[in-house]
């Protein structure tokens, strides 16, 4: 089965660059695509096709590919940014989806 | 600007079908895009349960594939899942959310705000 691994937890203090990264096999042949998830709160869609911004996420947010790993960049982190993280793609014929594990980012 | 809500029983029974309806308001299901849905057990992570498209096809998680069965309702604008024999590892809070990219690359641009569904006698 295909999967998507990210590190549990990623702390960050503010004002500090976090990188969260997702890897998974298929990553090189399918878009990634990252979610952020506050407690109580549906999954909003960050950044899809692996580095594009959904309308009104700050330029702060930013995403990346390089092989079978996609990473997930917060520059000056915030506050307010304190939240789970998931990747999510498909697998290579795009049937079916799949999630990654989410990390949890804290700012100390 | 599309809004999704997810409606269903508050409590399913071990062995039981839980069933959830999405209810779609400002965009019309019959104009195109896939619908499907996703589930959080409680401080767990996201699991893709299943997707479906105005047609009535579908695909879903071949973990669940023997439960899951979804449908579409374009009359209503609403769109089903049914899981069925649940048990306690069941329990979750159910999202019902828009698909975009298709079958090539599915992703979810738009979410209901999720209904805790417990699973108990």
């Known amino acids: 089965s295909y999967e998507l691994t990210q590190p549990p937890s990623v702390s960050v203090s503010p004002g500090q660059t976090a990188r969260i990264t997702c890897s998974g096999g298929?990553?090189?042949?399918?878009?990634a695509y990252w979610y952020q998830q506050k407690p109580g709160q549906a999954p909003l869609l960050m950044v899809y096709r692996d580095s594009e911004r959904s309308s009104g996420i700050p330029e702060r947010f930013s995403g990346s590919s390089s092989g079978t790993t996609v990473t997930l960049t917060i520059s000056t982190v915030q506050a307010e940014d304190e939240a789970d993280y998931y990747c999510?793609?498909?697998?290579?014929?795009?049937?079916?989806?799949?999630f990654g594990g989410g990390t949890k980012l804290t700012v100390l | 600007q599309v809004h999704l809500q997810e409606s269903g029983p508050g409590l399913v029974k071990p062995s039981e079908t839980l069933s959830l309806t999405c209810t779609v308001s400002?965009?019309?299901?019959?104009?195109?895009?896939?619908w499907g849905w996703v589930r959080q057990p409680p401080g767990r992570g996201l699991e893709w349960l299943g997707t479906t498209f105005r047609s009535g096809s579908t695909s879903v998680n071949p973990s669940l594939k023997s439960r899951v069965t979804l449908s579409v309702d374009t009359s209503k604008n609403q769109f089903s899942l049914n899981l069925s024999s649940v048990t306690a590892a069941d329990t979750a809070i159910y999202y019902c959310?828009?698909?975009?990219?298709?079958?090539?690359?599915?992703?979810?641009?738009?979410w209901g705000q999720g209904t805790l569904v417990p699973v108990s006698s």
């Open positions: 400002g965009y019309s299901i019959n104009s195109g895009y896939y």
């Open positions: 959310a828009r698909v975009l990219g298709g079958t090539t690359s599915p992703h979810f641009d738009s």
């Open positions: 298929a990553l090189p042949k399918q878009y």
């Open positions: 999510q793609s498909a697998d290579s014929s795009g049937t079916y989806v799949i």
